[in-house]
């Protein structure tokens, strides 16, 4: 969505508008979501958070400014805030799945989906490793797929600093990774 057509769907929803407020939602649901699956283990949690995002932007909505940047970084804060009070109030503890609910199916190449789990899982784990600024680069760059600027308005940082910031977030992912063991095919 460009600039300007989000700047009157703000004003629009500020002055009670529930068609605009559902373009702005409809706009950056699914960018909230990837942010926060990628930082809590259960899905269920990562859809909680989404709609508490949501609902704390409805209420903050009204004395919301425009700062010359675009409302996704302001959610993103949201979502960052709604995460550090996630693990305040719960010890992150590994969800388990009930071995008798899970349904292993059947497909042709079994293989093929077991790697990409198994990728994604080692990704996760290496993600863990982090700082939550390294995390926060990666996941704004590469899942949300935000450009240089863009990561640098959402994370309140010159366009440098995020290019280095990037760098070393990679390296150190990369370590992680061979030291889990994990090894990338060729």
């Not at 996760?124 to 390294?134: A, D, F, P, R």
């Not at 990666?138 to 935000?146: A, K, M, P, T």
């Not at 600093?161 to 990679?170: E, F």
């Amino acid at each position: 969505m460009d600039r300007k057509r989000e700047q009157q769907l703000i004003t629009k929803a500020q002055r009670g508008d529930k068609k605009a407020f559902a373009a702005l939602y409809r706009a950056h649901v699914d960018a909230v979501y990837r942010y926060l699956s990628f930082r809590v283990d259960a899905v269920e949690t990562a859809e909680d958070l989404t709609a508490d995002v949501f609902l704390r932007m409805l209420e903050g909505l009204p004395n919301y400014q425009d700062q010359g940047v675009p409302l996704l970084a302001w959610l993103y804060r949201i979502a960052h805030a709604r995460l550090v009070d996630h693990y305040r109030r719960s010890k992150h503890a590994d969800a388990t799945e009930d071995i008798d609910a899970a349904d292993p199916g059947v497909d042709e190449d079994m293989d093929e989906p077991i790697e990409l789990e198994f990728t994604a899982e080692a990704l996760k784990e290496g993600l863990k490793t982090l700082t939550e600024s390294q995390r926060r680069v990666l996941i704004l760059r590469f899942i949300d797929g935000l450009n240089l600027e863009q990561t640098a308005r959402a994370m309140d940082k010159n366009v440098d600093s995020i290019k280095a910031l990037q760098y070393r977030a990679l390296q150190a992912l990369r370590q992680a990774l061979l030291n889990s063991g994990f090894r990338a095919h060729e």
